[in-house]
């Protein structure tokens, strides 16, 4: 396995990927359910039936006394109902249509029709707080964050892939390179014995070389346990089968890029969640403002119906010449005393915007540094990478020149343990500069949401409709 496919695998397979999605289809449909609030809807009501035979107290309007009378009826009312919100004023006004039917059974059979052809309906709040006008603020650009941390999301996904990759990896050459010593030792400590027996070599000597066989004999039973240790965590993150065997592949293609710090900045702060999450946060503070403020101020609620209505003994008659109705009501709230609550809360919504704004700014000094440091580690990363590439190479020369000298009676088992351990240390350390490199590679493509490999902005290929599906 290469790691373009481990990443790949992870971000298709991983329990990762899979939150991630439905983090983002969570907020997807929220804001559906904003734009469909900004829509007509249509709905019906009624009651079928409302049937009641029971005695009900009647108070006389001219002596104040109260009866009980028998009430035997049935009503059953149907309506149809148009409502289109007003984001503009906080409001909503409403297309009716109703037909009421009404039974009486006693003392008399008795129907009775009651129609409303058509009325308008119009409910406004005055001076009070408008949370439509907000959503259409906020919830927008609620959504565009949203789109963009589903890519930085998969984006950090990729930096565990990294992490879980490199360490099964370097497990797997620790575990190589022990067994490989092994060998080599043991073939060097039986030539030993047999100069020890003719008196060409030491007994210290024989005695270290023994040490070191013990000692690596060790070493290959550790290494193998954090071998199976990072295998099973790699392989559980890419969502394997315990028994699926895997073998990484050293990557070996270092780009030569050079990553432009204005160009990180740009993409940092344009193409990323950043900017709409402190915008967010702009919005939702002045919101808090918006409200308290409108807690202050009188409020009143305006209801207002037009309309045509009848009523008759027959469904027929019920819609003919159907008489005006009109009805205007409005309700005031005026607060006069509340011992100083509200100022305090609009005092405290504008402390808290204050707050805000402080954050944002320092987050924005934050976010520099982080990537002003994570652009320099890798320019410099290539280097290093070269640097320990060379090295690598070198060491694994000197060891097997050491290893024919050994063998030869050239060299003491000093120099030989001093060459082979020199190898040892030079391949991990290039392993690990590869991993940094990656590392901040991948970190720098999650900042800025852009693949400075390939020169694709990964913003632009996202790719709604395939996540709802």
Not at 206 to 223: A, K, T, V
Not at 435 to 463: E, V
Request: include cysteine; charged fraction near 20%; aromatic fraction near 10%.
């Amino acid at each position: 396995m290469t790691l373009a496919q481990a990443i790949n695998r992870a971000q298709s397979h991983s329990i990762d990927a899979m939150m991630a999605k439905h983090t983002y289809l969570s907020q997807y449909w929220q804001y559906r359910s904003y734009k469909a609030q900004r829509l007509p809807s249509l709905s019906l009501s009624g009651t079928i039936p409302n049937f009641d035979k029971s005695y009900t107290s009647l108070q006389n309007a001219v002596t104040g006394g109260y009866n009980y009378v028998d009430n035997y009826a049935m009503r059953n009312s149907l309506g149809l109902y148009l409502q289109q919100n007003i984001a503009a004023t906080g409001g909503n006004i409403q297309l009716y249509t109703g037909l009421d039917r009404l039974d009486q059974f006693s003392p008399n059979r008795e129907v009775t029709w009651n129609s409303a052809p058509v009325s308008l309906i119009l409910n406004q709040p005055i001076g009070g707080f408008n949370q439509l006008k907000w959503d259409k603020k906020i919830e927008p650009v609620r959504y565009e964050k949203a789109k963009y941390e589903y890519l930085e999301s998969m984006e950090s996904i990729t930096a565990n892939a990294v992490t879980l990759f490199f360490n099964l990896l370097i497990a797997q050459q620790n575990l190589d390179i022990a067994r490989q010593n092994y060998a080599n030792t043991d073939t060097l400590y039986k030539i030993s014995l047999e100069r020890f027996k003719i008196g060409s070599i030491s007994k210290n000597d024989l005695m270290q070389l023994e040490l070191r066989l013990l000692n690596e004999g060790m070493s290959i039973n550790s290494n193998k346990l954090q071998l199976d240790l990072a295998a099973a965590k790699l392989k559980s993150y890419l969502m394997y089968d315990e028994q699926d065997s895997v073998v990484l592949d050293i990557p070996e293609n270092i780009a030569d890029i050079e990553i432009s710090i204005d160009e990180a900045y740009r993409l940092a702060f344009t193409n990323t969640s950043f900017e709409y999450r402190n915008r967010i946060g702009q919005l939702e503070a002045e919101m808090s403002v918006a409200q308290a403020k409108a807690n202050r101020r009188p409020q009143a609620t305006v209801y207002a119906r037009f309309g045509l209505n009848q009523v008759a003994n027959t469904i027929g008659d019920a819609y003919r010449n159907p008489l005006d109705q009109e009805t205007i009501r409005m309700g005031i709230s005026v607060p006069i005393f509340d011992g100083g609550v509200a100022k305090g809360k609009v005092r405290m919504a504008l402390s808290r915007q204050e707050v805000t704004e402080a954050e944002i700014d320092k987050d924005r000094i934050d976010r520099k540094q982080d990537i002003y440091l994570k652009v320099m580690q890798f320019n410099n990363q290539n280097t290093q990478c070269s640097i320990s590439a060379k090295a690598d190479s070198v060491a694994a020369e000197r060891y097997n020149l050491s290893l024919r000298q050994f063998a030869a009676g050239k060299i003491s088992v000093l120099d030989f343990n001093t060459a082979q351990s020199e190898r040892n240390t030079a391949h991990t350390s290039y392993l690990a500069e590869l991993q940094n490199y990656w590392n901040y590679y991948y970190t720098i493509q999650r900042y800025t949401l852009f693949d400075f490999l390939h020169m694709r902005n990964i913003a632009n290929s996202f790719d709604a409709a395939s996540l709802e599906k």
